[in-house]
């Protein structure tokens, strides 16, 4: 029946996060004790007040369409939160919320892109970008970085990169998966080569902004000329354990937030309602009412390294936010371990599903071979658990 689906659905990959995570329910299914480290979704229930806002909503009556484009005062309540923690002005014509980050991140592919646009991913990239570029006819262009240089794109590798057919650059930060946050210093960097190519635009990421352990985000929307060029992708999955609720949202140029509202409105129209009515809730809070998540989170990256640190073989780096280590396990290509021959990284995390009942994700799938993402968004005991499971088996 494969030929009668489409060659757009044919050609694309399966998000291997999801996929893993499909698989590691399943093995649970049938009775196997599997600690799931492979989706990034924090173990936190989502503070109280926030709930709160979601019951009055419901009581309010918030059952019908919401705006294509989001409630007018969620989007002011973006607007704010975008000037107090970003120092960004956004008006509320150049904000759009969307049913998740992931389809703030579609709307800008599919209104932007062109058939062999170019659209340049630093890897280690978030597991969709690739997909939703070539969904939308774009060409993906990865510029590979490593462990050395804490996987971050140097502003060498960015412009040997650019060729006529470049449209885009797509990055995060803090990044997903390695957790690394480009600096003040670094993002004027690439702001400098990117002011030689004025038709070059940027997608910046930011959902992990407030999971940063170094307490200083950029946004390079700041960077002097970078402001009318940017799109900035946030939502509230992350930093505010709202994963479910499916919130994201855009700011950026008004005619690229016209466009994406002008997309979103033949495909899902606007989002959940009462969902926007607890992000209001959400955004108007201090960022001291998340902080314990935040603490929690450092603490948790701390064991998980000091643990890691201790199996030989695997080589790491020190994630400045969000909540993945992306250690280099090479060392382990061409060895046996228990009778498994590990070619590649995609075989070590199977090997570690099968072997150890821990689900953790290549590297492969994020753009970096040579790696495994392990997620921290799990509780200490669970951590400590997996971990001595994953050095039992290696």
């Known amino acids: 029946m494969k030929n009668h689906l489409s060659d757009r659905i044919n050609s694309m990959s399966t998000s291997a996060t999801l996929a893993m995570a499909a698989k590691a329910r399943e093995l649970k299914n049938e009775g196997k004790d599997i600690i799931g480290l492979s989706l990034g979704e924090p173990d936190f229930n989502i503070p109280d007040f926030i709930k709160e806002a979601a019951k009055q909503?419901?009581?309010?009556?918030?059952?019908?369409?919401?705006?294509?484009?989001?409630?007018?005062?969620?989007?002011?309540?973006?607007?704010?939160?975008?000037?107090?923690?970003?120092?960004?002005?956004?008006?509320?014509?150049?904000?759009?919320?969307?049913?998740?980050?992931?389809?703030?991140?579609?709307?800008?592919?599919?209104?932007?892109?062109?058939?062999?646009?170019?659209?340049?991913l630093p890897a280690p990239y978030w597991v969709s970008y690739s997909d939703i570029v070539k969904l939308a006819e774009g060409v993906p262009v990865e510029v590979p970085t490593s462990i050395d240089t804490d996987f971050k794109m140097t502003p060498e590798q960015l412009e040997k990169a650019i060729t006529p057919k470049t449209k885009m650059i797509w990055f995060s930060s803090p990044c997903n998966p390695s957790g690394s946050v480009y600096n003040q210093k670094e993002l004027e960097g690439l702001a400098t080569v990117l002011k030689k190519h004025p038709n070059i635009f940027i997608v910046s990421d930011e959902i992990y902004e407030h999971i940063n352990f170094i307490g200083?985000?950029?946004?390079?929307?700041?960077?002097?000329?970078?402001?009318?060029?940017?799109?900035?992708?946030?939502?509230?999955?992350?930093?505010?354990?709202?994963?479910?609720?499916?919130?994201?949202y855009i700011g950026g140029p008004e005619w690229v937030a016209k466009a994406c509202n002008k997309f979103q409105g033949q495909i899902t129209s606007g989002a959940n309602s009462i969902a926007q009515r607890a992000t209001i809730a959400a955004l108007d809070a201090p960022i001291s009412s998340i902080k314990f998540m935040i603490d929690e989170f450092h603490k948790r990256r701390?064991?998980?390294?000091?643990?890691?640190?201790?199996?030989?073989?695997?080589?790491?780096?020190?994630?400045?936010?969000?909540?993945?280590?992306?250690?280099?396990?090479?060392?382990?290509?061409?060895?046996?371990?228990?009778?498994?021959?590990?070619?590649?990284?995609?075989?070590?995390?199977?090997?570690?599903?099968?072997?150890?009942?821990?689900?953790?994700?290549?590297?492969?799938?994020?753009g970096n071979d040579n790696c495994i993402r392990i997620s921290y968004a799990a509780s200490e005991k669970e951590l400590r658990e997996a971990i001595a499971r994953i050095k039992a088996v290696v």
């Open 216 to 248: 200083g985000h950029v946004s390079i929307a700041n960077i002097d000329g970078m402001y009318d060029r940017t799109i900035t992708v946030n939502g509230v999955s992350k930093a505010f354990a709202m994963t479910g609720w499916r919130i994201g």
């Open 302 to 366: 701390d064991i998980v390294l000091e643990l890691l640190g201790e199996i030989k073989g695997f080589n790491l780096n020190v994630p400045e936010g969000a909540f993945y280590v992306f250690p280099d396990i090479s060392s382990f290509f061409g060895k046996t371990l228990n009778g498994t021959l590990i070619n590649n990284a995609s075989d070590f995390a199977l090997y570690l599903l099968e072997k150890a009942n821990v689900a953790t994700v290549t590297g492969e799938a994020f």
């Open 57 to 120: 909503a419901i009581d309010q009556n918030y059952s019908s369409y919401s705006p294509v484009d989001g409630y007018a005062d969620l989007k002011q309540a973006i607007a704010n939160k975008f000037k107090r923690d970003n120092g960004l002005t956004y008006g509320l014509n150049q904000i759009v919320v969307s049913t998740g980050a992931k389809q703030s991140l579609a709307n800008i592919a599919m209104v932007m892109l062109n058939d062999g646009d170019e659209v340049i």
